[in-house]
């Protein structure tokens, strides 16, 4: 009976193996960008840990070639020790912002800053890259609040969307939704080492659903956005919101399939434009401005400087980065004047 039983052990695990070695060829490889974003995957991001607030922050001291987090768990090098005899700039957002998957100097909070001292000459201004993939409105709501009880910018930049769309897509949508709770140590290590178990956590459960979002996560959204600009407001900083970039063009042919609901070619455009219209909504209320740029939702841009249907390429971070450091010298000079 031992001797069956240890067989049968063997024969289980060496069932397993061949499946996780089919999964390493196949699975991983046929997974979506969108499949990606969902929160099971994080775990195989070693760039990210648990933060008991805001669900998942960057990890500090992270360090590998094209990805660096400073000690203060802040994409790019570490901030001067002067800070505060500088202009500092606070970019918040999500992945677009982080700048997914371009390197620290392309984001375009880093070209940002580049462009901005190439115009002064002195290095006076440092521009601190605050996203974080996957980040909600309510995250990064948070985020503010935090980071705003350790610096002191004298701008704050916003750029966020696409995650509460996203998050938008779940039939059973909560507010809870936009904080997902980080999984134990015990399936960290599962989803982090077995293509097996973030297939089976990413697989969509039920019927698909189809051209679907939740109104009251829309409304939540719109809740968020306001407040991030009144926060900011009540503490006499000036915050600015960025267009979040959109190529409708690189959308697939068949739609996206987001967690199980399916968005056609056609229907996810209208969606963006609906949360657009939300944000612009709540910061015509907060008397906040939007900075449009050639690869925002509204321009429709086509493929060209995207790597994906949101995330800009190199040439689309700087051109992102150049148009926000020509409205803040118009803005400058007008507040001269």
Same mark, same amino acid.
Request: proline share 5%; with cysteine.
């Given at each position: 009976?031992?001797?069956?039983?240890?067989?049968?052990?063997?024969?289980?695990? %060496?069932?397993?193996?061949?499946?996780?070695?089919?999964?390493?060829?196949?699975?991983?490889?046929? @997974?979506?960008?969108? +499949?990606?974003?969902?929160?099971?995957?994080?775990? +195989?991001?070693?760039?990210? @840990?648990?933060? +008991?607030?805001?669900?998942?922050?960057?990890?500090?001291?992270?360090?590998?070639?094209?990805?660096?987090?400073? +000690?203060?768990?802040?994409?790019?090098?570490?901030?001067? =020790?002067?800070?505060?005899?500088?202009?500092?700039?606070?970019?918040?957002?999500?992945?677009?912002?982080?700048?997914?998957? @371009?390197? $620290? $100097?392309?984001?375009?909070?880093?070209?940002?800053?580049a462009i901005l001292n190439s115009a002064t000459l002195d290095n006076s201004n440092v521009v601190v890259n605050a996203g974080v993939p996957s980040y909600s409105s309510k995250q990064?709501?948070?985020?503010?609040?935090?980071?705003?009880?350790?610096?002191?910018? $004298?701008?704050?930049?916003?750029?966020?969307?696409?995650? $509460?769309?996203?998050?938008?897509?779940?039939?059973?949508?909560?507010?809870?939704?936009?904080?997902?709770?980080?999984?134990?140590?015990?399936?960290?290590?599962?989803?982090?080492?077995?293509?097996?178990?973030?297939?089976? %956590?990413?697989?969509?459960?039920?019927?698909?659903?189809?051209?679907?979002?939740?109104?009251?996560?829309?409304?939540?959204?719109?809740?968020?956005?306001?407040?991030?600009?009144?926060?900011? =407001?009540?503490?006499?900083?000036?915050?600015?919101? @960025?267009?979040?970039?959109?190529?409708?063009?690189?959308?697939?042919?068949?739609?996206?399939?987001?967690?199980?609901?399916?968005?056609?070619? =056609?229907?996810?455009?209208?969606?963006?434009?609906?949360?657009?219209?939300?944000?612009?909504?709540?910061?015509?209320?907060?008397?906040?401005?939007?900075?449009?740029?050639?690869?925002?939702?509204?321009?429709?841009?086509?493929?060209?400087?995207?790597?994906?249907?949101?995330?800009?390429?190199?040439?689309?971070?700087?051109?992102? %980065?150049?148009?926000?450091?020509?409205?803040?010298?118009? =803005?400058?000079?007008?507040?001269?004047?």
């Open positions: 009976m031992l001797g069956v039983l240890v067989v049968n052990i063997l024969v289980t695990i %060496a069932l397993w193996l061949c499946l996780e070695a089919i999964a390493w060829l196949f699975v991983d490889e046929q @997974v979506s960008l969108l +499949s990606k974003i969902q929160f099971v995957t994080m775990t +195989s991001r070693d760039f990210v @840990v648990a933060d +008991s607030d805001r669900g998942f922050r960057l990890r500090a001291n992270f360090s590998v070639p094209a990805l660096h987090v400073n +000690s203060q768990g802040l994409r790019g090098k570490e901030l001067p =020790k002067d800070l505060v005899d500088k202009r500092l700039i606070l970019a918040l957002g999500e992945s677009t912002t982080f700048g997914w998957p @371009v390197t $620290d $100097d392309e984001a375009y909070p880093s070209r940002l800053e990064v709501l948070l985020y503010t609040e935090y980071l705003l009880t350790r610096f002191r910018p $004298d701008i704050v930049l916003v750029s966020i969307l696409w995650n $509460d769309l996203f998050y938008s897509s779940l039939e059973d949508w909560t507010p809870q939704s936009l904080i997902p709770s980080y999984p134990s140590k015990l399936r960290q290590t599962l989803l982090a080492y077995s293509p097996v178990c973030r297939w089976l %956590a990413s697989k969509p459960t039920g019927p698909q659903l189809v051209d679907f979002y939740s109104r009251d996560a829309l409304m939540e959204y719109k809740r968020n956005v306001a407040q991030i600009a009144r926060l900011c =407001k009540s503490r006499g900083i000036s915050v600015l919101f @960025v267009e979040p970039p959109f190529s409708e063009q690189m959308i697939s042919d068949t739609g996206e399939t987001i967690w199980k609901n399916h968005f056609s070619r =056609k229907f996810l455009p209208k969606l963006a434009d609906i949360f657009l219209s939300a944000q612009i909504e709540a910061l015509e209320s907060q008397e906040v401005p939007l900075i449009r740029h050639p690869l925002g939702i509204s321009e429709r841009s086509t493929s060209e400087n995207f790597l994906d249907f949101v995330h800009p390429d190199e040439k689309g971070n700087e051109i992102i %980065a150049q148009v926000i450091a020509n409205y803040l010298e118009n =803005k400058g000079r007008s507040e001269k004047k």
